[in-house]
């Protein structure tokens, strides 16, 4: 954790008129990438770095960001719950997503959360900053298919969609749904989340109904076929 990634000036940005970014992500590699590109630009400047939730919340009295690049994925913290805290406590702050999850799953629940944007990893540079300036400018940025989806969305009343099956889940739902698909079991998923097994128990059947499967091999093996139908591989 640094709150000192403070960058040196460069030509044609000043200290006073920098927008400030805070990184968030659990891979010291990601974060060294992003700082990396942050350090190619006038306009922008690092202001520290954060690997969790607890880390983030910390830093945040002493970076005074302008932006959060939030990955969701975070060492023992839900980067979800994390974005709402976030907006509760920071209201002012421009939070953009940055995440390897499929943006046509994610993106409009980010959103919902709080988020000003989402951008997936495997994105260039050059879109990456330009997700970046565009929050800052107090915009919402999401991809020009994900800009249509929600159009189509809000003009047709939310039709059901072949992406986004499971959109009708709660994000815990989501969670442990996605955990399912991975292969584990009810007791790993109660450890994982810090939950009974009762309440895991009550959320496998409230996903059953939802998706209107009827006993808990539907839903083992209609995770399991979501999870493998991903382009990037789902895990929380």
């Known amino acids: 954790m640094t709150a000192n990634g403070e960058q040196k000036k460069k030509s044609g940005g000043t200290s006073r008129n920098r927008k400030r970014i805070l990184v968030v992500d659990d891979h010291p590699l990601m974060r060294k990438g992003i700082a990396a590109l942050i350090g190619t630009v006038p306009d922008l400047v690092l202001c520290g770095q954060a690997g969790s939730g607890e880390e983030t919340l910390a830093l ?123 292969g584990f079991s009810s007791r790993e998923i109660a450890d994982r989340l810090q939950l009974s097994s009762k309440t895991v128990h009550t959320h496998r059947e409230h996903i059953k109904r939802k998706l209107g499967l009827r006993n808990a091999s539907d839903l083992v093996h209609h995770a399991t076929s979501w999870v493998q139908s991903q382009s990037s591989p789902v895990t929380l």
């Open 60 to 182: 945040m009295k002493k970076a005074r960001p302008d932006l959060i690049l939030l990955d969701l994925s975070l060492s023992g913290c839900n980067g979800i719950q994390l974005l709402k805290t976030l907006r509760e406590k920071y209201p002012a702050i421009r939070v953009l997503v940055f995440s390897m999850y499929e943006e046509g799953i994610y993106a409009e629940r980010v959103l919902r959360a709080g988020a000003d944007g989402y951008i997936m990893k495997k994105e260039s540079g050059t879109r990456i900053m330009e997700a970046i300036r565009c929050v800052l400018q107090g915009e919402i940025y999401v991809s020009t298919p994900v800009a249509l989806q929600l159009v189509k969305q809000f003009l047709k009343g939310r039709q059901a969609s072949k992406t986004i099956d499971v959109d009708r889940l709660s994000n815990r739902e989501l969670q442990v749904y996605t955990y399912l698909g991975n």
